[in-house]
């Protein structure tokens, strides 16, 4: 079961942060935000295996952060959770989102969800590691388009 994010949560999403993200870790304080803040969606599962943050901007969706638990992989929680994120983005366009150009799991699991590279960030992470910017199309963007079309 996969639910919103609630103040509760946050000792055990600090911990699942450290293990997943070590010095690169949201804090306490910056995961309190993202659940609380405007624009966010924090949403984690029932036993805090995964979660997976967004923020809205207009007609962007910045896919922040998906986790799981190490002992949790490979059972196909990344891909609920990334399915629950598009759940009623119908006013978005697109979604976007970096990821280390060394993390090759994670670049073979959004090209397979239909994320193509449309930008690199040199230099972006803490290791000097390139970030690559990744968008998907969402259905929004259909309408977008067509209204841009006939203005």
């Known amino acids: 079961m996969i639910r919103p ?14 293990e997943l993200f070590g010095p ?19 949403v984690v599962t029932d036993d805090l295996s995964g979660y997976a943050v967004t923020m809205s901007a207009g007609d962007i969706i910045d896919l922040l952060r998906i986790g799981v638990r ?24 697109r979604m976007l989102l970096e990821v280390s150009v060394a993390n090759a799991e994670a670049l073979g699991f959004y ?4 994320f193509s590279v449309i930008d690199v960030r040199p230099h972006y992470y803490r290791d000097g590691s390139e970030a690559l910017v990744m968008c998907r199309w969402l259905p929004g ?11």
Request: charged share 30%; hydrophobic share 40%; glycine share 6%.
């Open 5 to 18: 994010a609630t103040l509760a949560d946050l000792p055990a999403l600090v911990e699942l942060e450290q």
């Open 70 to 93: 190490p002992d949790a992989r490979r059972r196909g929680l990344a891909s609920r959770l990334l399915d629950e994120m598009l759940v009623g983005t119908d006013d978005a366009s």
């Open 24 to 42: 690169d870790a949201w804090s306490e304080a910056l995961l309190r935000q993202e659940i609380e803040g405007p624009g966010r969606r924090f």
């Open 111 to 114: 090209v397979a969800r239909q």
């Open 141 to 151: 963007a259909a309408r977008t388009r067509t209204a841009t079309a006939n203005d």
